[in-house]
């Protein structure tokens, strides 16, 4: 078991803290300076304010446009939020020329698909989703984001907010068209030998409730005096004390 270092990310809306990441030019580091390797992206984030509504390329167009190895599928376990705090996930409204005149407007927040955040769910969020974390004066969510190893995201709206240096963030829609879907959004929360766990084709991630010991190999998530750390744990090892989420890659 090897403990990885974990690295923040100040953000416009918040902060990420990278647990877990073996995306190349961006891998966290173990406590003897070596890098991790083959591992899922896994994040901390705090969305004081929301986050764009944004989209992520699949695996085919992730190639196509961005000559990359893999689209990006997330998912997010809500680990706080507030009563208010909402979730954008999908458009209400797929047809074509309303999204087009809305988003030449700059004002698709009229189509946005919200939800209320739940403390303690699973959200699937497969690549082609719009969709945000959180909604003006409705965040203030605290989440464990698991996702395939990709930093790509194109954004389409951003609540026409401007930076320190008074300017907006820059917008993708020509490439976030490109990988827009019309998907059923199902939140998906699963119960199974008293544990409660997400899986998906890439990976699967759970609470972890009862288990002393490492099923398989993955990434155990510890919350231990107010901060997040991950461990690299190996089958058969002895999980640490105060692991609370446990990652592992879905096998084929």
Not at 32 to 42: G, H, Q, Y
Not at 91 to 97: K, P
Not at 125 to 146: D, K, R
Not at 210 to 216: C, F, L, P, Y
Request: hydrophobic residues 35%; negative net charge; charged residues 25%.
């Amino acid at each position: 078991m090897k403990k990885i270092v974990p690295v923040i990310h100040n953000k416009i809306w918040g902060y990420e803290i990278w647990l877990v990441s073996s995306l190349k030019g961006y891998e966290t580091k173990f406590e003897d300076n070596s890098l991790v390797k083959n591992a899922p992206l896994i994040k901390i984030i705090h969305a004081k304010e929301p986050l764009s509504v944004q989209v992520h390329p699949d695996d085919t167009l992730a190639k196509e446009i961005e000559n990359q190895e893999n689209g990006k599928t997330e998912t997010w376990f809500v680990l706080d939020c507030e009563k208010n705090s909402e979730l954008v996930l999908g458009l209400s409204d797929y047809r074509n020329e309303i999204f087009q005149q809305k988003l030449k407007e700059n004002n698709l927040v009229d189509i946005l698909n919200v939800v209320k955040a739940k403390k303690s769910h699973f959200y699937n969020i497969p690549a082609g989703l719009v969709h945000g974390l959180g909604t003006p004066n409705n965040a203030n969510i605290t989440v464990i984001e698991v996702q395939q190893p990709s930093n790509t995201t194109y954004r389409l709206y951003d609540y026409k907010r401007v930076d320190k240096n008074n300017q907006m963030r820059e917008i993708h829609i020509d490439k976030a068209l490109k990988c827009v879907k019309d998907l059923n959004y199902t939140a998906e929360l699963k119960n199974h030998n008293e544990d409660i766990y997400y899986q998906n084709q890439f990976y699967k991630c759970e609470l972890i409730l009862n288990s002393k010991v490492a099923e398989e190999n993955g990434w155990a998530i510890v919350y231990e005096n107010d901060s997040y750390f991950a461990y690299e744990v190996n089958c058969g090892e002895t999980l640490p004390n105060q692991a609370i989420f446990f990652v592992s890659w879905t096998k084929n």
